[in-house]
Nanobody, 116 residues
Framework: QVQLVESGGGLVQNGGSLRLSCAASGTIFFIYTMGWYRQAPGNQRELVATITSDGSPNYVDSVKGRFTISRDNAKDTVYLQMNSLKPEDTAVYYC??????????WGQGLQVTVSS
């Protein structure tokens, strides 16, 4: 059984920084695209950033220039470096990984709160 464990959430001030980590564990042969999603109260879960197995990133427009997604394939871990945080970034953040034939998995969710 594969699971994703997230860490690094918390409360920061407007303009601050935070780094989220998500490590996959279990029987893993290959991880395709990994990503981060977020869900604010009253909103649908939205895509924040994705990164392919060879390191090609994509971002939602609202975080471009502020967030950086990266991955360490040797550690089966994806990161999200968040800089210049805004109150609008407040949400529960979920990591996601595509394991191909083994399917998709989600992290448990991390609360990120940015005070104004």
């Amino acid at each position: 059984q594969v699971q994703l464990v997230e860490s690094g959430g918390g409360l920061v001030q407007n303009g601050g920084s935070l780094r989220l980590s998500c490590a996959a564990s279990g029987t893993i042969f290959f991880i395709y695209t990994m990503g981060w999603y977020r869900q604010a109260p009253g909103n649908q879960r939205e895509l924040v950033a994705t990164i392919t197995s060879d390191g090609s990133p994509n971002y939602v427009d609202s975080v471009k220039g502020r967030f950086t997604i990266s991955r360490d394939n040797a550690k089966d871990t994806v990161y999200l470096q968040m800089n210049s945080l805004k109150p609008e970034d407040t949400a529960v953040y979920y990591c996601n990984a595509d394991f191909g034939p083994m399917g998709l998995e989600w992290g448990q969710g991390l609360q990120v709160t940015v005070s104004s």
